[in-house]
């Protein structure tokens, strides 16, 4: 079975520092364009950055210069290094993948189930 599994949450004060991962688990075979998003109580879903397979970088406007999304393809896994943050930036965190080819088939749209992250003092 496959797995998006984030992990990395947490309280942080603001204007600190936090570092999100999601890693796929299970047989994979390749990942197209993974992402991440988040949600605030009360708010839709957000992008919050994307990065193709090809290590092309897309962030939400609001988001530039303070996050950092990385990917390791021998790793299946991506990264979220969020600087300076804000308490507005609190939500919950989710991975998606577009893609993902796996020795069941090739699976479309698919989420983690989050990991939270407050920003408090």
Known sequence: QVQLV????GLVQPGG?????????????????????????????????????????NYAESMKGRFVISRDNAKNT?????FSLKPED???????????????GLLKDYWGQGTQVTVSS
């Open 6 to 9: 984030e992990s990395g949450g």
């Open 17 to 57: 520092s936090l570092r999100l991962s999601c890693a796929a688990s299970g047989t994979i075979f390749s990942i197209s364009t993974m992402g991440w998003y988040r949600q605030a109580p009360g708010n839709q879903r957000e992008l919050v950055a994307t990065i193709t397979e090809d290590y092309i970088t």
């Open 78 to 82: 991506i990264y979220l290094q969020m």
């Open 90 to 104: 609190t939500a919950v965190y989710s991975c998606h993948a577009d893609y993902i080819s796996t020795n069941m």
